[in-house]
């Protein structure tokens, strides 16, 4: 209703509420992007995405070239891995992977050739209007592409063309709220065109007619590089089809999908379903840049932009990295040599994981690599007091939750309690351990209930399960002890028993008779 | 092992900043207590923070805990609380008692902070009042308000006076206090009194209500001061508006209600907002953040439920201090109200609070 007002008024869509304003500390801002050098070592886990793990095509000793698959994915939300240079396969065995419990996966490792020589197979479309969008999302899914604003779920998922959920509006996550991180503001600075192109293919595949470019007030630069491109002769748009471009306020979590959706058009997207079902789309620049790439140049996706930064960087910028690059290379090239004390961030600082290790390789999620050095941390770290029930996690928080009761459920173990407090919608923005006082780690105890609460149903599912089978073998065996004595009734009427006087002989009879069946 | 969870950036709020604010907001209303009660406050007010203070730090010992909550800010906040509550003369081992069923009774033996279902600083003060009901009930006469008996700038004085009571001084009760404004009200009114003409023998003057020139307990008096500390406290965000706005506004509403019926037996909003401890109550007790609601909503419902409960007992109750108890009635429904007035979730439009 408000939204209505604000729209009614002209007035830019008020944003979220809740939020939290962090010093955005944006020191890369205005690092073009530089290329990183080519690894002599690439590893390839085959998983960087949402949904199930690749399975490797390739054996150890084949030569491979860039751009080629070399891991196929299994089931539908997978996608597969590509080579991201040319080389040798030297080993597939298990590797750590960026999770903050260094767990690993199987990995591929790629001996870099040094000659880069490229896989050509895929066909460049350059008029990708006149295509059939299906065969367009099938080379999004072929190309492995993901979503590259954090959240790696596969892009071709999101681009249905459904008629039970039509696409209205494509929205375009230009705001980039986590601190430190640039790579979206270099793109958009330097590859206006190719995103520009990438939103006239979103919007062909799905059949919306709308798009909106939200950028952060933070960004002119980024917001008149995209005014320049679509103002360019080299996008042709359809008559019907428009793309606007929209300023929001600099607020963290911005950029979270649902707090944009509901920032741009008043619209909340129902708990437990999509924004498709509401009929928004919502891509980041760096995904469609890379539909650009997949589908105009035929290009797997093998790299992306990522903003190493930090207090402890000596050359903090951003590079645009192969994909399977171990962290120890990019941040070397940028004058980190010495790793003691230092405290490495894989994505951004609000949501990023800690690094157990610097031999962890970039994956399709690294946005960013944030190197900061102890002391920054120890404001963050400080020991746990009791909650003094403030309310300023509730009033920070964006989906409008009861973080410390939440917390306390958690920790109390009161896990069916927490879930009907709506732990679920929890999307772990961190706002809420930002502003308490207590300095209480509140989405670690929001995470620790959400896992106990899957396996809680895991186990819940599997006792159903075992029930169902019990109680069906057991109707089985009634069943056929049932069909059997059927028999033998039948068996009884056919050959029915002599009268009393024929003793023996007719109850001979029977007996054989009942033998038989 | 939680140094691994995200996020790994913080706002730089702390319990001891929230607790020194508070503290800092106080700071005007006990200059103003020492303007005008002399020694007697300030003795009072040192007294209780630093018997506070030492309560936590024996409970903390006794119970095997750290002392690290000693530092934090909020045993001294609580005796500042009280003593601010108390009448000026207030025997030393009442304040003694007061301060140690304050931490005790009021904190600790809940589990600490975080933990007490009722305000420390109010519990003990409603226990002295109960337990005590004279010592409580009786207002010195402060400085600057017409001839008081006792010159309460000379140390000697006061200190005396607070040891060994009013005999050491030669004087009686009776000679050294003086009714406030409500009790005097309160009074007249049983005999049956109309309120304006209870005013006028009274000698009442509403500026003098408003700068805080009036018996009362020490911290109370001045409308003024208190009202600096809510402004400071609500710039800098350490409380929101919803509970002290919506408890003056309630109180304010009935009164005027009532009043413009009957102006002779129920007093006008004026009146009920500067008289007794209703500013201090709605400012800083009502706002205590462990022992109010979380969510807004739940501030809005607990701030009218005060609200209506002041003007009630103040004005068909035998007590005085009806914001004191107001208060600490509605701290024991703060997790009803919690549980039922949750916000709307994202994504849960026009499904209620579950």
Known sequence: MLHTLYKALGIEAASFPGGVEPDMAKITADSPTATSMLAPLFILPIKQHIGEVCEPIVAVGDEVKWGQKIARSQGYVSLPVHAPTSGRVIKIEEHPIPHPSGMGLPSIFIESDGDDRRDHSLEAIADYRGRDPAELRERVRFCGIAGLGGAVFPTFIKLLKDKRNPIETVIVNGIECEPYLTCDHRLMLEKAKEIIAGIDIAMHMVGAKKAIIAIEDNKPDAAASMRQALASDEINLPEDCRIDIRMLSTLYPQGSEKQLIYALTGKQVPAGRLPMHIGVLCHNVGTLKAIHDAVVLGRPLTDRIVTVSGDAIPRPGNMKARIGTPMRFILGEHGLDSFDDVHLLHGGPMMGEKMMSFDIPVVKSTNGLIAMRPESMKLAHRIEQPCIRCGHCSTACPVNLVPNLLADQCRNEQFDRAEAYNLFDCIECGCCSYVCPSHIPLVHYFRYGKGQLAQIKRERDFAELSRQRSEAREARIVREREEKAAKRRVVREKHPPKAEAATTSGESEKASGEGES | ?354
């Not at chain 2, 009722?118 to 006469?141: D, E, H, K, Q």
């Not at chain 2, 706005?245 to 037996?265: E, G, K, M, Q, R």
């Not at chain 2, 109010?292 to 201090?321: D, K, M, N």
């Open chain 2, 1 to 354: 092992m939680i140094h691994l969870s995200s996020p790994h950036l913080h706002g730089g709020d702390s319990i001891r900043v929230t607790m020194l604010s508070v503290i800092v907001a106080l700071l005007p209303a006990a200059i103003v207590s020492v303007y005008l009660f002399g020694w007697l406050a300030l003795l009072l007010i040192v007294f209780c923070m630093v018997i506070c203070m030492l309560t936590e730090a024996v409970s903390l010992k006794m119970m095997g805990r750290s002392l690290a909550p000693v530092g934090d800010g909020s045993a001294a906040l609580t005796g500042l609380l009280l003593a601010l509550t108390l009448p000026a003369y207030t025997p030393w081992w009442m304040a003694l008692l007061g301060s140690i069923m304050a931490i005790v009774l009021g904190k600790q033996l809940y589990g600490g902070l975080g933990y007490n279902l009722f305000n420390p600083a109010l519990a003990a003060r409603v226990i002295l009042l109960v337990s005590f009901p004279l010592n409580m009930t009786v207002w010195i006469m402060p400085m600057h308000v017409g001839t008081p008996a006792i010159d309460l700038y000379d140390f000697s004085a006061c200190l005396n006076l607070l040891l060994f009571g009013p005999e050491a001084l030669n004087l009686g009760l009776d000679a050294i206090t003086m009714a406030s404004p409500l009790g005097h009200v309160k009074t007249e009114w049983s005999q049956g009194i109309a309120f304006a003409d209870a005013l006028k023998n009274y000698d009442f003057s509403y500026l003098d209500a408003f700068l805080g020139r009036e018996a009362g307990s020490i911290g109370e008096t001045s409308a003024l001061a208190l009202l600096f500390g809510g402004v400071y406290l609500l710039a800098r965000h350490t409380i929101s508006w919803h509970i002290p706005f919506t408890y003056l506004a309630t109180v304010a509403l009935l009164a005027a209600i009532f009043s413009s019926v009957d102006p002779d037996h129920f007093a006008p909003p004026l009146f009920h907002l500067l008289a007794g401890g209703l500013m201090l109550c709605a400012f800083f007790m009502a706002t205590d953040p462990v022992s109010s609601p979380v969510t807004p909503l739940g501030q809005i419902v607990f701030g009218f439920g005060c609200g209506l409960l002041t003007w009630a007992i103040r004005t068909w109750g035998g007590y005085p201090e009806g914001a004191m108890f107001a208060v600490i009635l509605m701290n024991c429904t703060v997790p009803l109200i919690d549980h039922y007035c949750r916000p709307r979730v994202y994504g849960h439009a026009g499904k209620g609070n579950s």
